[in-house]
Protein backbone atom coordinates (compact mmCIF):
# COMPACT_ATOMS: atom_id res chain seq x y z
CA UNK A 1 0.00 0.00 0.00
CA UNK A 2 1.59 3.55 -1.15
CA UNK A 3 0.40 6.75 1.16
CA UNK A 4 1.26 10.03 -0.10
CA UNK A 5 2.52 12.44 2.14
CA UNK A 6 1.86 16.06 1.72
CA UNK A 7 4.69 18.14 -0.04
CA UNK A 8 7.71 18.82 1.21
CA UNK A 9 8.33 15.81 3.46
CA UNK A 10 11.46 14.11 4.73
CA UNK A 11 11.39 10.85 5.29
CA UNK A 12 14.73 10.46 7.47
CA UNK A 13 14.21 13.76 9.25
CA UNK A 14 11.26 12.81 10.40
CA UNK A 15 13.01 9.75 12.05
CA UNK A 16 15.85 10.89 13.34
CA UNK A 17 14.56 11.57 16.93
CA UNK A 18 12.55 8.44 17.68
CA UNK A 19 14.79 5.75 16.06
CA UNK A 20 17.72 6.72 18.61
CA UNK A 21 18.75 9.73 21.11
CA UNK A 22 21.29 11.82 20.22
CA UNK A 23 25.16 10.73 20.13
CA UNK A 24 27.06 11.89 23.58
CA UNK A 25 30.11 13.59 23.96
CA UNK A 26 32.24 10.81 24.43
CA UNK A 27 30.44 8.81 20.88
CA UNK A 28 28.45 6.35 22.55
CA UNK A 29 25.11 5.28 20.77
CA UNK A 30 21.96 4.51 21.71
CA UNK A 31 19.87 1.19 20.27
CA UNK A 32 16.30 1.71 19.14
CA UNK A 33 13.76 0.80 21.59
CA UNK A 34 10.41 0.41 19.92
CA UNK A 35 11.13 2.18 16.72
CA UNK A 36 13.82 0.35 14.14
CA UNK A 37 15.31 1.05 10.95
CA UNK A 38 16.63 -1.96 8.80
CA UNK A 39 17.47 -2.73 5.29
CA UNK A 40 16.35 0.50 4.15
CA UNK A 41 13.12 0.75 6.28
CA UNK A 42 11.24 1.60 9.32
CA UNK A 43 9.76 -1.35 11.46
CA UNK A 44 7.55 -1.02 14.71
CA UNK A 45 4.99 -3.83 16.48
CA UNK A 46 1.41 -3.00 16.87
CA UNK A 47 -1.20 -4.92 18.67
CA UNK A 48 -4.12 -5.15 16.18
CA UNK A 49 -7.36 -6.34 18.33
CA UNK A 50 -4.71 -8.86 20.23
CA UNK A 51 -2.20 -10.02 17.56
CA UNK A 52 0.96 -8.66 17.36
CA UNK A 53 1.68 -6.54 13.81
CA UNK A 54 5.14 -6.29 12.22
CA UNK A 55 4.97 -3.41 9.74
CA UNK A 56 7.32 -1.67 8.07
CA UNK A 57 7.60 1.82 6.28
CA UNK A 58 10.31 2.27 2.84
CA UNK A 59 10.37 5.59 1.15
CA UNK A 60 9.35 5.57 -2.51
CA UNK A 61 10.96 8.57 -4.82
CA UNK A 62 8.12 9.58 -7.11
CA UNK A 63 10.03 12.17 -9.50
CA UNK A 64 9.94 15.07 -6.99
CA UNK A 65 7.38 13.55 -4.65
CA UNK A 66 7.73 11.13 -1.74
CA UNK A 67 5.85 7.88 -1.44
CA UNK A 68 5.40 5.75 1.18
CA UNK A 69 5.37 2.11 1.16
CA UNK A 70 4.16 0.33 3.75
CA UNK A 71 4.05 -3.57 4.26
CA UNK A 72 2.86 -6.07 7.03
CA UNK A 73 6.13 -8.34 7.19
CA UNK A 74 4.69 -10.49 10.33
CA UNK A 75 1.75 -11.71 12.62
CA UNK A 76 -0.60 -11.79 10.49
CA UNK A 77 -0.62 -14.97 8.56
CA UNK A 78 -1.96 -14.57 4.84
CA UNK A 79 -1.07 -10.83 5.13
CA UNK A 80 2.70 -10.79 5.17
CA UNK A 81 3.84 -8.80 2.24
CA UNK A 82 2.82 -5.84 0.35
CA UNK A 83 -0.77 -5.13 1.51
CA UNK A 84 -1.88 -4.84 -1.67
CA UNK A 85 -1.60 -8.83 -2.75
CA UNK A 86 -4.44 -11.07 -2.21
CA UNK A 87 -4.74 -12.71 0.98
CA UNK A 88 -6.42 -16.08 2.63
CA UNK A 89 -8.22 -14.19 5.68
CA UNK A 90 -11.63 -12.85 5.14
CA UNK A 91 -11.97 -9.47 3.20
CA UNK A 92 -13.49 -7.81 6.61
CA UNK A 93 -10.80 -9.04 8.45
CA UNK A 94 -8.02 -7.99 5.69
CA UNK A 95 -9.85 -4.12 5.37
CA UNK A 96 -9.51 -4.19 8.90
CA UNK A 97 -6.19 -4.79 9.12
CA UNK A 98 -4.75 -2.59 6.46
CA UNK A 99 -7.00 0.14 7.93
CA UNK A 100 -5.06 -0.16 11.34
CA UNK A 101 -2.10 0.20 10.01
CA UNK A 102 -2.44 2.75 7.69
CA UNK A 103 -4.17 4.78 10.36
CA UNK A 104 -1.15 4.48 13.03
CA UNK A 105 1.43 5.34 9.69
CA UNK A 106 -0.48 8.46 8.93
CA UNK A 107 -0.26 9.38 12.16
CA UNK A 108 2.83 9.02 12.93
CA UNK A 109 4.21 10.64 10.22
CA UNK A 110 1.71 13.44 10.21
CA UNK A 111 1.24 13.05 6.86
CA UNK A 112 -1.76 15.19 6.01
CA UNK A 113 -0.44 18.33 8.10
CA UNK A 114 -0.01 21.57 5.53
CA UNK A 115 3.30 23.21 6.79
CA UNK A 116 3.36 26.10 4.23
CA UNK A 117 1.69 28.64 7.14
CA UNK A 118 4.95 27.56 9.45
CA UNK A 119 7.10 28.01 7.00
CA UNK A 120 5.77 31.66 6.20
CA UNK A 121 5.79 32.37 9.84
CA UNK A 122 9.87 31.47 9.57
CA UNK A 123 10.20 33.19 6.94
CA UNK A 124 10.01 36.58 8.94
CA UNK A 125 12.91 34.74 11.59
CA UNK A 126 16.32 34.32 10.88
CA UNK A 127 16.91 31.27 13.39
CA UNK A 128 13.52 29.59 12.57
CA UNK A 129 14.33 30.35 8.65
CA UNK A 130 17.62 28.63 8.93
CA UNK A 131 16.45 25.65 10.78
CA UNK A 132 13.64 25.16 8.69
CA UNK A 133 15.61 25.05 5.58
CA UNK A 134 17.97 22.67 6.93
CA UNK A 135 15.11 20.21 8.65
CA UNK A 136 12.92 21.00 5.94
CA UNK A 137 9.85 18.43 5.27
CA UNK A 138 10.32 17.12 9.07
CA UNK A 139 6.98 16.38 10.59
CA UNK A 140 7.18 15.90 14.82
CA UNK A 141 6.87 11.75 14.74
CA UNK A 142 3.99 11.16 16.50
CA UNK A 143 4.12 8.11 19.34
CA UNK A 144 1.90 5.00 18.17
CA UNK A 145 -0.48 5.79 22.03
CA UNK A 146 -0.86 8.24 24.72
CA UNK A 147 -0.42 5.60 27.21
CA UNK A 148 3.50 5.04 25.85
CA UNK A 149 4.03 8.52 25.57
CA UNK A 150 2.83 9.53 29.22
CA UNK A 151 4.34 6.56 30.84
CA UNK A 152 7.61 7.56 28.75
CA UNK A 153 7.69 10.61 30.03
CA UNK A 154 7.43 9.77 33.06
CA UNK A 155 10.36 7.84 33.20
CA UNK A 156 12.53 10.64 31.62
CA UNK A 157 11.39 13.17 34.39
CA UNK A 158 14.49 14.28 35.72
CA UNK A 159 17.13 12.04 35.05
CA UNK A 160 19.76 11.94 32.30
CA UNK A 161 19.62 10.38 28.95
CA UNK A 162 21.87 7.37 29.73
CA UNK A 163 19.85 6.01 32.91
CA UNK A 164 16.24 7.06 31.00
CA UNK A 165 17.18 4.90 28.38
CA UNK A 166 18.51 2.28 30.07
CA UNK A 167 15.31 2.13 32.59
CA UNK A 168 12.71 2.33 29.84
CA UNK A 169 14.98 -0.60 27.75
CA UNK A 170 14.74 -2.80 30.88
CA UNK A 171 10.96 -1.54 31.30
CA UNK A 172 10.27 -2.90 27.57
CA UNK A 173 12.48 -5.86 27.79
CA UNK A 174 10.23 -7.31 30.87
CA UNK A 175 6.84 -6.40 30.74
CA UNK A 176 6.50 -5.83 26.69
CA UNK A 177 5.29 -8.03 24.06
CA UNK A 178 7.65 -9.03 21.29
CA UNK A 179 7.91 -10.64 18.18
CA UNK A 180 10.66 -12.09 15.64
CA UNK A 181 10.95 -11.79 11.69
CA UNK A 182 13.86 -12.43 9.78
CA UNK A 183 16.49 -13.34 12.91
CA UNK A 184 15.48 -9.96 14.63
CA UNK A 185 13.24 -9.47 17.82
CA UNK A 186 10.94 -6.44 17.60
CA UNK A 187 9.22 -5.63 21.06
CA UNK A 188 6.19 -3.32 21.98
CA UNK A 189 5.50 -1.14 24.92
CA UNK A 190 4.23 -2.76 27.77
CA UNK A 191 0.47 -2.81 28.04
CA UNK A 192 -1.56 -1.08 31.02
CA UNK A 193 -2.37 -4.79 31.84
CA UNK A 194 0.86 -6.09 32.40
CA UNK A 195 1.78 -2.83 34.08
CA UNK A 196 -1.53 -2.49 36.44
CA UNK A 197 -0.71 -5.81 38.16
CA UNK A 198 3.16 -5.16 38.96
CA UNK A 199 3.79 -3.80 42.37
CA UNK A 200 6.29 -0.65 43.38
CA UNK A 201 8.68 -3.09 44.54
CA UNK A 202 8.97 -4.71 41.03
CA UNK A 203 10.00 -1.53 39.22
CA UNK A 204 12.37 -0.53 41.51
CA UNK A 205 14.10 -3.37 40.47
CA UNK A 206 14.77 -1.72 37.26
CA UNK A 207 15.35 1.57 38.91
CA UNK A 208 12.30 3.31 38.76
CA UNK A 209 12.36 5.55 41.62
CA UNK A 210 9.56 4.66 44.39
CA UNK A 211 7.32 8.04 42.99
CA UNK A 212 7.80 7.03 39.79
CA UNK A 213 6.64 3.35 39.86
CA UNK A 214 3.32 4.25 41.95
CA UNK A 215 2.13 7.10 39.53
CA UNK A 216 2.85 4.46 36.27
CA UNK A 217 0.66 1.90 38.40
CA UNK A 218 -2.14 4.08 39.29
CA UNK A 219 -1.71 5.20 36.02
CA UNK A 220 -2.21 1.35 34.31
CA UNK A 221 -4.89 1.10 36.71
CA UNK A 222 -7.08 3.68 35.59
CA UNK A 223 -6.28 3.21 31.66
CA UNK A 224 -7.20 -0.82 31.95
CA UNK A 225 -10.53 -0.27 33.55
CA UNK A 226 -11.76 2.57 32.02
CA UNK A 227 -11.89 5.41 34.79
CA UNK A 228 -8.93 7.16 32.71
CA UNK A 229 -9.30 7.53 28.69
CA UNK A 230 -6.45 9.23 27.60
CA UNK A 231 -6.89 8.30 23.91
CA UNK A 232 -10.49 10.13 24.11
CA UNK A 233 -7.84 13.26 24.11
CA UNK A 234 -7.23 13.18 21.02
CA UNK A 235 -11.05 14.69 20.20
CA UNK A 236 -10.72 17.43 22.69
CA UNK A 237 -9.14 20.73 22.50
CA UNK A 238 -5.63 21.04 22.82
CA UNK A 239 -6.24 23.44 26.31
CA UNK A 240 -8.74 20.91 28.04
CA UNK A 241 -6.45 17.70 27.10
CA UNK A 242 -3.93 19.61 28.87
CA UNK A 243 -5.88 20.24 31.68
CA UNK A 244 -6.88 17.14 31.56
CA UNK A 245 -3.02 15.33 31.87
CA UNK A 246 -2.05 17.91 34.78
CA UNK A 247 -5.03 16.19 36.48
CA UNK A 248 -2.97 13.03 36.78
CA UNK A 249 -0.59 12.11 39.30
CA UNK A 250 3.01 12.44 38.38
CA UNK A 251 2.08 14.65 35.20
CA UNK A 252 3.36 17.95 35.48
CA UNK A 253 3.31 20.96 32.98
CA UNK A 254 6.72 19.42 31.12
CA UNK A 255 4.51 16.06 30.50
CA UNK A 256 1.61 17.60 29.63
CA UNK A 257 3.19 19.96 26.68
CA UNK A 258 5.30 17.04 25.88
CA UNK A 259 2.82 14.45 25.39
CA UNK A 260 0.96 17.17 23.32
CA UNK A 261 3.68 17.53 21.52
CA UNK A 262 4.62 14.13 20.75
CA UNK A 263 0.96 12.14 20.53
CA UNK A 264 -1.74 14.35 20.37
CA UNK A 265 -0.32 16.76 17.53
CA UNK A 266 -0.85 20.09 19.13
CA UNK A 267 0.90 22.41 17.22
CA UNK A 268 1.80 25.12 19.45
CA UNK A 269 3.15 22.83 22.76
CA UNK A 270 6.12 24.64 24.45
CA UNK A 271 7.86 22.58 27.36
CA UNK A 272 9.55 26.19 28.56
CA UNK A 273 11.05 23.91 31.46
CA UNK A 274 12.67 21.48 29.32
CA UNK A 275 16.67 21.58 30.13
CA UNK A 276 17.14 21.03 26.66
CA UNK A 277 15.21 23.58 24.47
CA UNK A 278 16.73 26.11 27.42
CA UNK A 279 20.06 25.19 26.51
CA UNK A 280 19.30 25.52 22.92
CA UNK A 281 17.70 28.72 23.20
CA UNK A 282 20.78 30.01 24.77
CA UNK A 283 23.18 28.79 22.22
CA UNK A 284 21.28 30.08 19.14
CA UNK A 285 20.52 33.05 20.69
CA UNK A 286 23.52 34.00 22.42
CA UNK A 287 22.77 34.73 25.33
CA UNK A 288 24.29 34.81 28.73
CA UNK A 289 22.66 32.54 30.71
CA UNK A 290 20.34 29.80 30.29
CA UNK A 291 16.95 31.17 30.18
CA UNK A 292 14.43 30.22 32.90
CA UNK A 293 11.13 28.96 31.39
CA UNK A 294 9.36 32.39 31.75
CA UNK A 295 12.09 33.89 29.27
CA UNK A 296 11.82 30.76 27.30
CA UNK A 297 8.05 31.58 26.98
CA UNK A 298 8.61 35.34 26.50
CA UNK A 299 11.30 34.38 23.12
CA UNK A 300 9.03 31.87 21.81
CA UNK A 301 6.01 34.44 21.78
CA UNK A 302 6.88 35.26 17.94
CA UNK A 303 6.01 31.68 16.88
CA UNK A 304 3.21 30.94 18.66
CA UNK A 305 0.66 28.91 16.53
CA UNK A 306 3.67 26.32 16.00
CA UNK A 307 5.61 26.41 19.41
CA UNK A 308 5.85 22.68 18.72
CA UNK A 309 7.97 22.71 15.51
CA UNK A 310 9.79 25.63 17.47
CA UNK A 311 10.43 23.31 20.01
CA UNK A 312 11.32 20.35 17.81
CA UNK A 313 13.49 22.05 15.49
CA UNK A 314 15.63 23.02 18.20
CA UNK A 315 15.63 19.71 19.94
CA UNK A 316 16.76 18.22 16.49
CA UNK A 317 20.09 20.14 16.71
CA UNK A 318 21.47 17.97 19.25
CA UNK A 319 21.66 15.30 16.43
CA UNK A 320 24.02 17.66 14.50
CA UNK A 321 28.06 17.97 14.46
CA UNK A 322 30.06 20.91 16.42
CA UNK A 323 30.53 22.21 12.76
CA UNK A 324 27.55 22.51 11.82
CA UNK A 325 26.43 24.35 14.59
CA UNK A 326 28.92 26.85 14.81
CA UNK A 327 28.42 27.28 10.71
CA UNK A 328 24.93 28.00 11.76
CA UNK A 329 25.72 30.61 14.44
CA UNK A 330 28.55 32.50 11.79
CA UNK A 331 25.64 32.40 9.43
CA UNK A 332 23.02 33.86 11.76
CA UNK A 333 25.76 36.94 13.50
CA UNK A 334 27.56 37.73 10.74
CA UNK A 335 28.75 41.11 10.62
Not at 12 to 29: D, E, K, V
Not at 71 to 86: M, P, T, Y
Not at 204 to 213: E, F, I, N, Y
Amino acid sequence: MLIKPREPFNFSHTLRFILSPPALLNGRQFAPLLDYFQEGEYRRVMDAGGRLILYGVREEKHGASTALRVRILAGARGLAGDLSRDSTEGAARVSETIALVARQVERQFSTRLDLEPFYRLAKNDPLLRALTAHFRGMRIPQAATLYETVVSAILEQQVNLTFAHQVKKALIETYGRSTEFDGSRYYTFPEPAALAIVTPQDLRRLQVSGPKARYIIELSRLTLDGTLDLEGLRGVEPALAYAKLLERKGVGPWTAQYVGLRALGHLDCLPAADVGLQKAIQHFCRLRKQPTAARVEKIARRWAGWRSYFTYYLWLTYWEGREWKAGLLRKLYAR
